[in-house]
């Protein structure tokens, strides 16, 4: 069975200070990983995606398969960056289902 | 970009009675739509893919007979809750994938469903 798990409910850093949510995944198959963000009051969007080895305001995040690990990061937390994020899972190869973690709230005081 | 528009934000009803909320792809066609319900302080969990001109997938353990799907056309999916009951209050989400391969998914603003 798929599954996500955020084990951090929320975590509070001082501007400028590096962050990491951690994402860890359970699925016998290969996954395909995602980063959604969810600003207060705004509807749920898509941060990254593992395929994509991108940087997106200056988050980034690493598929380790061996840890089954994809941590979010990023090295200077700016006050912007306070939302909800969500880890998502879906298999490889068309699926469109995906399984969500159960969010990290992140708050970035000044 | 792509947008989802979900329709009402909130409803309230009281008891037995049904309820019907709608997602519309603006500037989209989308052939298969999500929904999505998340309890407070949990994870959004997969209800159903409606998929359009033809019968919803329903995830395991969701009542097809409670959650109604109709994915009339390809901009428009709704889900009804049928003879509502309070344990039913909760923020439904529906999502779409916009046309085009390797395209994200865009959620909609999500419905407070508030039983009384």
């Known amino acids: 069975a798929q599954r996500v798990t955020q084990p951090e409910k929320l975590l509070s850093v001082f501007k400028g200070a590096p962050v990491e949510l951690k994402c860890n995944y359970s699925?016998?198959?290969?996954?395909?990983l995602f980063w959604y963000v969810q600003y207060s009051r705004q509807r749920l969007q898509l941060l990254l995606r593992?395929?994509s080895r991108e940087s997106i305001k200056g988050f980034t995040a690493d598929l380790n398969k061996g840890e089954t690990s994809f941590h979010l990061k990023k090295p200077f937390a700016q006050e912007e960056d306070s939302a909800m994020y969500y880890c998502?899972?879906?298999?490889?190869?068309?699926?469109?289902?995906?399984?969500f973690g159960k969010g990290t709230k992140l708050t970035v005081n000044p | 970009g792509a947008v989802v528009s979900q329709h009402p934000s909130w409803v309230i009803c009281k008891s037995g009675t049904s309820v019907k909320i709608e997602c519309r792809s603006l500037d989209f066609q989308a052939t298969t739509m999500f929904w999505y319900r998340q309890f407070p302080k949990q994870s959004l969990m997969l209800m159903a893919t409606s998929n359009e001109g033809s019968k919803a997938t329903y995830e395991q353990g969701v009542e097809k007979d409670k959650f109604l799907i109709n994915h009339a056309s390809l901009t428009l999916s709704t889900l009804t809750v049928t003879s509502a009951h309070p344990e039913d209050s909760s923020f439904y989400i529906c999502?779409?994938?916009?046309?085009?391969?390797?395209?994200?998914?865009?959620f909609g603003n999500g419905t407070r469903l508030t039983v009384t």
């Open positions: 998502a899972l879906s298999s490889q190869g068309g699926s469109e289902k995906l399984v």
């Open positions: 699925y016998s198959g290969s996954p395909e």
């Open positions: 999502s779409a994938r916009s046309p085009g391969g390797g395209s994200p998914l865009h």
């Open positions: 593992h395929i």
